[in-house]
């Protein structure tokens, strides 16, 4: 059906519902603007169909042995985020965030995310960390061979493991968050654990696999954690993110990384969470933000080896469990 003939139908329609006005044969509005919409639609359709038939097809296609079509469209399912960056909620004004704390929108700090195989839905903050390899690529390269270095010493890399292990039965299910080049996942999965470890920088994750086989170890922003998206369903009993991995948080996503964890923690589960004093993260805020994320404040220490806590503490253990 051409343009013409649809505009000629639309037409007949207007001019069909007038005369029956004058000719005292009453037309519902309600009842002629629905068969003018749905004549308007099948017009539409019949165009896109003309369109469709008329388009060319290669050479041979639909023989015996021809290659299948591309489809005209496609959607990767691989685009989709690990955790949603678009939100269609609405706030009251006392909820929504100051422009101090908001996520930018632009400049250094921010990446892209794409959503649906679209550019440009939403941004998140890059962590420290990203931005300090983006500035010098060999970073992960050095980190990762200070600690090889380390282990080739004989130096103890287990501390942060061996606490975790206290807190948790056998067998138990462990998440490292912020895992690194793995080397307190290793641990945790040498005694027995089911361990998964994530790291936002693919180098570090390459380099646990290498060293350390047997975890599950996946590269993915702790911002946007959505585990049973990839499969891994499953609440953990316990989550370590050691290695001042907070410290290194963007600041805007500092609350989104901590609900996220609370949000893959099973109910009787515990975290422990260890970072240094100096680092652009007060102590006392992250408590707060940890209470604001469904956490409540188990027990405060200042090393990993259970030395307790105090006003003067440079470095901060929180076991936290579920509010």
């Known amino acids: 059906m051409s343009r013409v003939s649809c505009r000629r139908r639309r037409n007949s329609l207007i001019s069909a519902r007038w005369r029956n006005k004058r000719s005292g044969s009453w037309v519902p509005y309600?009842?002629?603007?629905?068969?003018?919409?749905?004549?308007?639609?099948?017009?539409?359709?019949?165009?896109?169909?003309?369109?469709?038939?008329?388009?060319?097809?290669?050479?041979?296609?639909?023989?015996?042995?021809?290659?299948?079509?591309?489809?005209?469209?496609e959607v990767e399912p691989t685009h989709l985020p690990l955790y949603p960056v678009a939100s269609t909620r609405t706030f009251a004004p006392s909820q929504?965030?100051?422009?101090?704390?908001?996520?930018?929108?632009?400049?250094?700090?921010?990446?892209?995310?794409?959503?649906?195989?679209?550019?440009?839905?939403?941004?998140?903050?890059?962590?420290?960390?990203?931005?300090?390899?983006?500035?010098?690529?060999?970073h992960s390269d050095w980190y990762v061979e200070r600690f090889r270095a380390m282990a080739r010493a004989g130096e103890d890399l287990a501390g942060e493991g061996r606490l975790v292990d206290a807190l948790v039965?056998?067998?138990?299910?462990?998440?490292?968050?912020?895992?690194?080049?793995?080397?307190?996942?290793?641990?945790?999965?040498?005694?027995?654990?089911?361990?998964?470890?994530?790291?936002?920088?693919?180098?570090?994750?390459?380099?646990?696999?290498q060293d350390h086989p047997g975890p599950q170890w996946l590269v993915g922003d702790l911002a946007e954690l959505n585990?049973?998206?990839?499969?891994?369903?499953?609440?953990?009993d316990a989550i370590v993110s050691a290695g001042n991995v907070m410290a290194f948080l963007a600041p805007s996503t500092r609350v989104?990384?901590?609900e996220r964890l609370r949000a893959h923690l099973s109910p009787g589960g515990r975290v422990a969470i260890g970072f240094g004093a100096g680092r652009g993260y007060e102590f006392g805020e992250f408590l707060r933000d940890a209470t604001g994320a469904g956490f409540a404040t188990d027990l405060?220490?200042?090393?990993?080896?259970?030395?307790?806590?105090?006003?003067?503490?440079?470095?901060?253990?929180?076991?936290?469990?579920p509010a």
Not at 315 to 321: H, I, Q, S, T
Request: with cysteine; glycine share 10%; proline share 8%.
């Open 30 to 73: 309600s009842a002629s603007l629905s068969v003018l919409a749905s004549s308007m639609i099948s017009c539409r359709i019949d165009m896109l169909s003309m369109f469709i038939k008329v388009l060319p097809l290669p050479v041979g296609a639909g023989e015996p042995g021809a290659a299948p079509l591309t489809p005209l469209l």
């Open 96 to 138: 929504r965030r100051s422009a101090a704390t908001r996520r930018p929108l632009s400049g250094p700090g921010a990446s892209l995310r794409r959503v649906g195989g679209c550019e440009n839905v939403a941004m998140v903050e890059q962590s420290l960390w990203m931005q300090k390899i983006t500035a010098d690529p060999g």
């Open 169 to 209: 039965p056998r067998r138990a299910r462990i998440l490292d968050a912020g895992c690194g080049q793995g080397r307190t996942g290793a641990y945790l999965h040498s005694v027995g654990h089911e361990v998964v470890g994530v790291d936002g920088d693919a180098r570090l994750i390459a380099a646990a696999r």
């Open 227 to 236: 585990l049973p998206a990839r499969g891994i369903s499953e609440p953990f």
């Open 256 to 258: 989104p990384v901590l």
């Open 300 to 321: 405060l220490l200042s090393a990993w080896d259970l030395r307790p806590f105090t006003e003067d503490s440079t470095f901060l253990v929180a076991l936290l469990r």
